[in-house]
């Protein structure tokens, strides 16, 4: 455990910074006539929800889901969310380049768990990762069918490449769900 002041000063500065996700938007739902998109905390959120209930569901550690879902577009406070076609024209950094850059005043400990959460992520090799990316997407899904209840009606290609990207069966199994069902029927009494 570490008592210096510049450790936890810049601890803060990290938590700080996380603070703009909250106010940055989702800006590739704008090319689908959405006005108001979700932030990038409120994606992140609910992923991080969706990701605790797929790892469940496929046998991977829930906790460990939960952390990379929420770190997984921390990078986006540096980067903005790049909408797929800027990502033909741009190029980012890694997101582990910027998430060492983003931790690199916080105490040591601190540091390596997200940096080893974000690089775990980003190889998508182990159950967790494959689950988090899945819950990402699955989020991503779920946010697009809400908007075409919502009468924003071109978002198909957005439920198209997320359903097309989901590797776990869980995953699919949700999918389905989300496209068959109605995003207030949680609203009606229980049978």
């Known amino acids: 455990m570490s008592d210096n002041h510049d450790d936890t000063a810049g601890s803060m500065k990290f938590i700080f910074e ?3 996700l909250k106010r940055a938007a989702r800006t590739g739902w704008w090319f689908a006539g959405v006005t108001q998109p979700e932030s990038i905390a409120d994606h992140s959120f609910r992923t991080a929800i969706v990701g605790m209930m797929l790892a469940a569901m496929e046998g991977a550690d829930p906790a460990r889901v939960t952390m990379l879902c929420v770190l997984h577009d921390t990078q986006e406070t540096r980067t903005t969310d790049l909408p797929h076609i800027a ?6 950094a890694p997101s582990t380049t910027i998430t060492a850059d ?3 005043g916080c105490p040591p400990a601190v540091a390596d768990v997200i940096t080893a959460a974000v690089a775990e992520y980003e190889a998508g090799e182990t159950l967790e990762a494959i689950v988090a990316r899945d819950a990402d997407k699955l989020e991503l899904l779920v946010q697009a069918v809400e908007y ?6 071109n978002v198909e290609r957005w439920i198209d490449s997320s359903r097309a990207a989901l590797k776990t069966a869980s995953a699919h199994r949700l999918a389905d769900a989300a496209l068959a069902g109605q995003p207030l029927a949680w609203l009606e009494p229980p049978k």
């Open 87 to 92: 990502k033909r024209y741009l190029t980012a």
């Open 148 to 153: 075409r209840h919502q009468g924003i009606d």
């Open 102 to 104: 983003q931790v690199a």
């Open 18 to 20: 996380t603070g703009v």
